[in-house]
């Protein structure tokens, strides 16, 4: 029956229509309320006022009225002031930190994804299986390890020496605690890019007389450069905002970064929310370079996976 | 060796450099958690001197409350990740679910705006998302308690695209031959979504839920920014609050438990995957589907 078919017929595209935002909807409506007027809250926070009588924050929502007198004062406090020390501390912990696990990454990732033969799986599963162990647990399992007379200082005692107070303000101990906390998510990209590259084109340049060495400079280094940028960024993002590895393996004011000044304006004061959220401004001033590169490689990969 | 007469190095020289160097990098990763694993069994108070093997820290007795199921520090801490992980997983998983087919279906004008949108929980860092959900609580969403419902809300919000993510991929890899067959047959949409889209989907939606209870029961920062009070102390918070105080063993047996309940929730992740990537034709053992999970 044609007249039936065709009603089924505009049924169907009339449900088409409405099916497929319909079912994004949900999701959308989510993000917006709890993911983007989050983060307009912050500007507000930032843009507000302090009310003088009880000093709490008081938030503006409208863009006319902001006030930028407490982002203006954080500003200043970031060209020299205490905050500009923090800020440069946190950026060298951030560029050795990340310069070290690409240095230790690069070999273990290169190794497991080209040479590991038969025990691939095995070495594969080694590498994964920090992902699987909170990150708190694995600072945690550390400070066990350097705490005043634990397994570190004996093995000190053991040679004579005299072991220094690890958990301190020790710069190194916080950058080793940085590349021991971040390095799996940098070895994992880097795993993947190296594991793509074409066993034949590396067999093609030392075909063509190319020394191994000259091979990997000039041939798998440069096709594995877009998994060095995504795990830099990978591990680079979370690095600049982090606050629990100082506070856990130092503590001391020697080791603040720039995530230690929002947690303590944020989680341990409740009058200084105006400053804190224009200290995370500031932050993400920082990152937004790495943000931005993140979201076009990420948008990209599924461009890519729709084709 | 390689002899320096040679003009090429020994590629077995190089490799062997490589498999040390690799060597002591899973050595130096695991040994120091394996160690923490260790004195969760210790005999004693002691978190560094070996006194005898004991499950005391992890089962202990009622009258002592020193272990994980009778502390109520400890014991309320589990329960918190717990609840939360499985309230998370259950709200997150459909409407990311929802979500990604929705996105890579609709061709509307506000299509790509939501698809960004989507992208943008992912490249934000906990600190910032923790911040803005702090405040917004505090100063716009009065009516939301601080506590379960706040760490709930931000749970959800940061799992919600990395569902997404997972789905779109097999959703890629199905295409839309089988839908449409079934439209033309004559289903609507929304049949052929249902009896089509949705078993074909089944791998990688039973892998969403296990990783965002994975997610949820790993998180720190969202965790901690939106808590309230001792009752909705997470894991990882309480982690962090008494790994400094020379805390007994209980701690490193908590953490323990921890683990155990991430790589529980991963290898579920990874058998679904393992399904599917056979289904599609797919050779690889179950390591490589969870490190390209992980990717």
């Known amino acids: ?307 | 060796m390689s002899s320096p007469g040679r003009g090429k190095p020994n590629p077995w020289a190089t490799s062997r450099v490589l498999t040390l160097t690799t060597a002591a990098y899973v050595l130096w990763s695991l040994a120091p958690v394996a160690i923490a694993i260790t004195f969760s069994f210790n005999d004693g108070r002691s978190r560094s001197a070996w006194q005898g093997f004991s499950t005391r820290w992890y089962v202990g007795t009622r009258e002592a409350a020193e272990s994980v199921i009778f502390d109520p520090s400890l014991r309320s801490a589990l329960t918190q990740s717990i609840k939360l992980a499985l309230l998370t997983m259950l709200v997150a998983t459909p409407i990311g679910v929802a979500l990604a087919i929705g996105l890579a279906r609709w061709r509307g004008r506000l299509a790509k705006p939501s698809n960004f949108l989507m992208l943008f929980p992912l490249v934000t860092p906990e600190i910032v998302m923790g911040v803005a959900l702090f405040l917004v609580f505090h100063n716009l969403y009065g009516f939301v308690p601080f506590g379960t419902w706040a760490q709930f809300l931000g749970h959800v919000t940061f799992s919600i695209s990395f569902v997404v993510i997972i789905v779109r991929g097999r959703l890629f890899a199905i295409g839309r031959d089988y839908e449409e067959a079934a439209m033309d047959l004559g289903a609507t949409p929304f049949e052929a979504m249902r009896r089509v889209l949705l078993p074909l989907l089944s791998p990688a939606i039973l892998a969403s839920f296990a990783i965002v209870f994975a997610l949820s029961i790993d998180d720190f920062v969202i965790s901690q920014f939106l808590s309230s009070g001792a009752s909705s102390i997470t894991i990882p918070v309480r982690l962090y609050a008494g790994a400094r105080l020379a805390p007994p063993p209980s701690l490193n047996a908590l953490a323990t438990v921890l683990m155990l309940t991430t790589i529980l929730s991963i290898v579920v992740a990874g058998l679904a995957y393992r399904v599917w990537k056979k289904r599609s034709g797919g050779d690889e053992s179950t390591v490589e589907s969870l490190a390209s999970f992980e990717i």
Not at chain 1, 161 to 190: M, R, T
Not at chain 1, 215 to 230: D, E, H, M, Y
Not at chain 1, 234 to 255: A, E, K, Q, V
Request: proline share 7%; glycine share 10%.
């Open chain 1, 1 to 307: 029956m044609p007249t039936n078919l065709q009603a089924g017929e505009s049924d169907a595209v009339g449900q088409r229509r409405w099916v497929w935002p319909g079912l994004a909807l949900p999701g959308v409506v989510w993000l917006l309320l709890l993911f983007v007027v989050p983060f307009y809250a912050i500007f507000a926070v930032a843009m507000g006022r302090t009310d003088p009588i009880f000093n709490r924050p008081v938030p503006e929502w409208n863009p006319v009225y902001w006030d930028v007198s407490s982002f203006s004062r954080v500003i200043g406090d970031l060209f020299g002031g205490q905050l500009g020390t923090i800020a440069v501390r946190t950026v060298i912990y951030v560029a050795v930190a990340s310069f070290l696990c690409l240095l230790l990454g690069y070999p273990v990732a290169y190794f497991v994804s080209r040479r590991s033969g038969r025990w691939r799986g095995l070495w594969l599963l080694a590498i994964l299986t920090p992902f699987w162990i909170n990150y708190l647990m694995r600072m945690m399992a550390w400070i066990n390890l350097l705490s005043p007379g634990a397994q570190v200082d004996r093995a000190f005692f053991l040679f004579g020496l005299d072991p220094p107070s690890w958990l301190a303000g020790q710069h190194y101990v916080v950058i080793l605690g940085l590349v021991y906390g971040y390095i799996p998510f940098l070895i994992l990209p880097l795993f993947g890019a190296l594991d793509r590259i074409d066993e034949r084109t590396l067999e093609a340049a030392q075909d063509l007389g190319a020394s191994p060495a000259r091979t990997f400079w000039r041939v798998t280094l440069p096709l594995s450069k877009q998994g060095i940028l995504a795990g830099l960024v990978i591990i680079m993002l979370p690095m600049f905002g982090d606050y629990y590895t100082p506070n856990l393996l130092s503590g001391s004011p020697r080791n603040v970064m720039m995530g230690n000044t929002i947690d303590q304006f944020i989680n341990q004061t409740t009058s200084q929310g105006g400053t804190g959220a224009a200290l995370t401004i500031v932050l993400m001033l920082f990152v937004a370079v790495l943000m931005a590169y993140y979201l076009v490689t990420i948008g990209r990969a599924a461009k890519e996976a729709r084709e």
